[in-house]
């Protein structure tokens, strides 16, 4: 074979790839919420989303305070949290019931999600879509790491543990895609 037609196969054979990242969103999935039951991402669609990942017994779980108050102060504007607890660096509680009572010391009111694995191969599908395409930046390092997500659903940056969510420059991105 040419090259002319192995790098047209090659072109050919990525667009499905392409096509399929660039259509994927935050919104085409589902997950289990705290309490066990499956929840639309959908229902978010439209809204600016920061998805987490939490754990109770972390040296980041401060963050929980400042992610229920930018939360409440946003939400009117179509703004949310998503809280996803994950045991992956073993700081979380036993159960997702222990978890929930946990947040409720924090009087956490934005949705949070079932515990589960938000790295490795058999992360959740959402950590898959926030970490796997190219320009994601790969694993996750720690709990608190933060998405940030438009009201398309598309990932708009990613933020470490040490960036507080009530700082700039996240809370200038959240306040500039409201």
Known sequence: MSRKTLSLIFVLS???????????????FKAPDIDGEELPLSQFRGKVVLVVNT???CGYTYQYEKLESIYRKYQDRGFVVLGFPSDDFWQ??????????FCEGYQISFPLFAEGPVRGSDKQEVFRFLTEQPSHDGEIWWNFEKF???RDGQLVDRYRSGQDPDEDPLLAQIESLL
């Open 92 to 101: 979380e509680l036993d159960s997702n019931q222990e978890i929930k009572e």
């Open 55 to 57: 754990a109770s017994s």
């Open 14 to 28: 990525i667009i499905p790839l392409m096509m399929v990242f660039a259509t994927e969103n935050l919104f085409q």
């Open 148 to 150: 940030l997500i438009n």
